[in-house]
Structure formats: structure tokens, C-alpha cells
T-cell receptor
Framework: RKEVEQDPGPFNVPEGATVAFNCTYS??????FFWYRQDCRKEPKLLMS???SGNEDGRFTAQLNRASQYISLLIRDSKLSDSATYLC???????FGAGTTVTVRA | GAVVSQHPSRVICKSGTSVKIECRSL??????MFWYRQFPKQSLMLMAT?????????EQGVEKDKFLINHASLTLSTLTVTSAHPEDSSFYIC????????????FGQGTRLTVV
């Protein structure tokens, strides 16, 4: 089993829609989780940390489910600029998920 | 925020030659740096963990004699692709973190290697 697994998508959503996707991790002792965004041919950029209590940053909501060992990212009111690949990161040795591609269409 | 600088950003080399990629943490000391490789439309794949003052830890399937990693100081790690072949053409990216608990990772800009 891979350390971190994501639904690769792609998720094609209309502007204004809500999109959500998960990332599962195998190490129950993992402590820190992040969502990164990667645009084509660029380095990943931190989108947000994922806290145990769940956290929200504008249109983005991240949640952690330790019992089922997954984290989630929800994007509300999608914008064209949200089109990217979203990578989940589990901090054991900075393991990355394969990324979820989101394409927002006009 | 912290800055990690990677150089060069793009390199084209002939098959059989070696290429060195540098990764520097500009405003913090990084005892650990990570090297990744990313093929088109795929995720970042961890190649090795670079530890200052000791040997790097390589992931399964990564040839340590081909991908030489040196972490001589707390701010510099280098990756040398030796005897490069066209199949080594990829996007190589480094990352550094102040720690491994509740600290984000900072990425270099990446190096696009093309072996012809």
C-alpha cells in the first residue's frame, strides 16, 4: 500500500461549483498534514495546513479524519484560477500523494 | 517565509555527462533536505533524504551511485546525476523543512533536466 493515496481525478467542474476530494494515509502515527497546490511545470506551493479540528481559509476547507486515516479538501464557489493539481502531504518524510487534478470550466 | 533556492532551473546535457543541481536554504538552517523527481503528469516521487554531515537515505529503486547527494553544510545540498541518459530527463525538485512536526516544507524552484 502506498504511504499516501489520492483520487487522481480529473475533476471537471463548472465555475461556482463545489468540489471535494480525499487523501488517505497509511501511517497512523503521522502528525502533520498539508495541502499543496501545483500549477503546471511549477513547484508546489503551500495551500493550507490541516488541523485536527478542521480549518477553513476562505473558500477552502480542510479536514482530518484520524479514525479513517484520511484528509479532505473542499473548494467552494470554484473559480477558473483554482484549476491546478492539489497534492496532499503527510509529514513523516514529506510523502506526497499523486495529486488530484481539478479543472474549473467557464 | 523561508526561501529555498535551486539552481540551475533548466539544463540540457549530452548523454553520458554529469549534471550537478544545487539546493540552498537562504534564511534557515536545514538539517534535512529532500530530493524529488517528477515525470510529466505524475506526482513528486521522493528520491532521497539528505542529511547534513551524513550519508543520504535513498528510496527503494533509486540508484545511489547514479544520483549522488552531498549535504556538506546546513544550507546546501547537491544532487549530481552521473552518466545521464535520456530516461533521466525529468523535473527535479528539492525541499527543506525546519523540522518534521507541524512545519511546512519549502520548495526550490525545480530543475528541468533534458538529456539529449
Amino acid at each position: 500500500r502506498k504511504e499516501v493515496e489520492q483520487d487522481p481525478g480529473p475533476f471537471n467542474v463548472p465555475e461556482g461549483a463545489t468540489v471535494a476530494f480525499n487523501c488517505t494515509y497509511s501511517n497512523s502515527a503521522s502528525q502533520s498534514f498539508f495541502w499543496y497546490r501545483q500549477d503546471c511545470r511549477k513547484e508546489p506551493k503551500l495551500l493550507m495546513s490541516v488541523y485536527s479540528s478542521g480549518n477553513e481559509d476562505g473558500r477552502f476547507t480542510a479536514q482530518l479524519n484520524r479514525a479513517s486515516q484520511y484528509i479532505s479538501l473542499l473548494i467552494r464557489d470554484s473559480k477558473l484560477s483554482d484549476s491546478a493539481t492539489y497534492l496532499c502531504v503527510v509529514i513523516d518524510k514529506l510523502s506526497f500523494g499523486a495529486g488530484t487534478t481539478v479543472t474549473v470550466r467557464a | 517565509g523561508a526561501v529555498v533556492s535551486q539552481h540551475p532551473s533548466r539544463v540540457i546535457c549530452k548523454s553520458g555527462t554529469s549534471v550537478k543541481i544545487e539546493c540552498r536554504s537562504l534564511d534557515f538552517q536545514a538539517t534535512t533536505m529532500f530530493w524529488y523527481r517528477q515525470f510529466p503528469k505524475q506526482s513528486l516521487m521522493l528520491m532521497a533524504t539528505s542529511n547534513e554531515g551524513s550519508k543520504a537515505t535513498y528510496e527503494q529503486g533509486v540508484e545511489k551511485d547514479k544520483f549522488l547527494i552531498n549535504h556538506a553544510s546546513l544550507t546546501l545540498s547537491t544532487l549530481t546525476v552521473t552518466s545521464a541518459h535520456p530516461e533521466d530527463s525529468s523535473f527535479y525538485i528539492c525541499s527543506a523543512s525546519r523540522g518534521l512536526v507541524n512545519t511546512e516544507a519549502f520548495f526550490g524552484q525545480g530543475t528541468r533536466l533534458t538529456v539529449v
